[in-house]
């Protein structure tokens, strides 16, 4: 009952005030600390609650991260609390290189594997998220000369709410990179939107590979959910990638000890939460495609796919992804976020809408160190002639 909106009574009139809004804290955590049964808990509670899923910082997909990867003190865990009640995450980290130069900052940790740097934060604490996150840095900036914030989504509530904190709090940044990739959003069904999206002709052609490639054995199409044949399902992925060109150039998950426990990890972990769906075409039993989605209601995100490039004539990643637009008939996805690299040849024939990042840098620390990060952030987004 809301008693601030209930009429005086008797002539009698008096206001009725308002509970003020709790004011949060947030604290920069070691990684070792985190894992802790009720913080975990936390973390999933707020994982459900976020602004903006990013299953990238889940806690299933972070802790294998920082087993993994994380092999210094520098990396930390950005803690928001709002009533003692956890409200905002995001991992960071201090470095000294940025993108090849020689500038220490403190920023979102996104790794090799991770695709998108949207913080985990409750829906309504947006804009007290930021705030603190930079009165923290302000405080305590160790070396760093800016904060660095990659592959923010653009017009998200959360890039939204760190603009107007940012002008709230009169503090200088720049956007200091635009880039764009394939996402699926619509609300036509598979066939509709595939029809859409290629000419008759092409799909035409699609259909043709998908029989001639049926010509050479049986060629089934799985989908699986939870940890139902998990573990030969990560090894034979490992298997398939390592076989083509990334494994050629030392680029495979398997090429690299760290890379490889990492995605096993990973994936188990995502089973065992409910947040991950896979896909294989196989003929006579061998995988020639193979993909992985991660289920971060209302979004998937597309996060690995493989294929056998001794069947490339047939196009068996293509085929694989048209089975992959089945997403769209998902009452609890509403859309899909490609991970690919800008510009992709193959995942943009099918998926047709873009999902626009930012990456922003802001200025932290006292006067002259803002200045300073100022004129970097001038420097960076001159004009080039």
Aim: glycine share 8%; charged share 25%; proline share 4%.
């Amino acid at each position: 009952m809301d008693l601030a909106r209930t009429p005086a009574i008797g002539g009698y009139s008096k206001r009725v005030s308002r509970p003020a809004r709790l004011r949060g804290v947030l604290h920069l955590l070691d990684t070792q600390t985190v894992d802790s049964k009720a913080f975990l808990e936390d973390w999933k509670s707020l994982a459900r609650r976020a602004a903006e899923p990013n299953p990238f910082f889940e806690a299933w997909f972070t802790l294998p991260s920082f087993e993994q990867f994380a092999d210094s003190d520098a990396y930390k865990i950005a803690a928001y609390w709002v009533g003692g009640r956890l409200a905002g995450l995001m991992p960071i980290k201090h470095s000294s290189d940025y993108y090849g130069h020689g500038l220490p900052h403190i920023g979102t940790w996104l790794h090799d594997h991770s695709f998108c740097g949207a913080p985990l934060v409750a829906k309504g604490h947006e804009r007290g998220f930021w705030n603190a996150l930079v009165t923290c840095l302000d405080q305590t900036p160790g070396q760093a000369l800016f904060l660095h914030l990659p592959a923010l989504p653009e017009g998200g509530a959360l890039d939204k709410a760190l603009t107007a904190a940012l002008g709230e709090m009169g503090r200088a940044s720049a956007i200091v990179e635009r880039t764009s990739r394939a996402m699926l959003a619509s609300h036509l069904g598979p066939q509709e939107y595939l029809a859409g999206a290629m000419s008759t002709k092409k799909r035409k052609e699609l259909r043709r590979q998908k029989n001639r490639l049926g010509e050479l054995g049986e060629l089934t199409f799985e989908r699986l959910e939870r940890t139902e044949c998990i573990e030969p399902w990560i090894e034979q992925y490992l298997t398939l990638e390592a076989a083509g060109w990334k494994g050629a150039a030392g680029s495979a998950l398997k090429s690299s000890p760290a890379s490889y426990a990492f995605f096993a990890d990973a994936m188990y972990a995502a089973a065992r939460a409910g947040k991950l769906e896979r896909l294989a075409m196989r003929l006579d039993g061998k995988p020639v495609a193979m993909l992985a989605n991660f289920i971060a209601a209302p979004a998937a995100y597309s996060f690995k796919t493989a294929f056998d490039e001794d069947y490339a004539r047939f196009s068996p990643g293509l085929l694989l992804q048209i089975e992959n637009l089945d997403l769209l008939a998902r009452q609890d996805i509403a859309w899909a976020d490609s991970c690919a690299i800008e510009g992709h040849s193959m995942i943009e024939r099918i998926w047709r809408e873009k999902r626009a990042f930012v990456s922003r840098n802001v200025a932290i620390g006292g006067s002259l160190r803002r200045l300073t990060a100022r004129a970097l952030m001038a420097y960076e987004t001159r004009e080039r002639g």
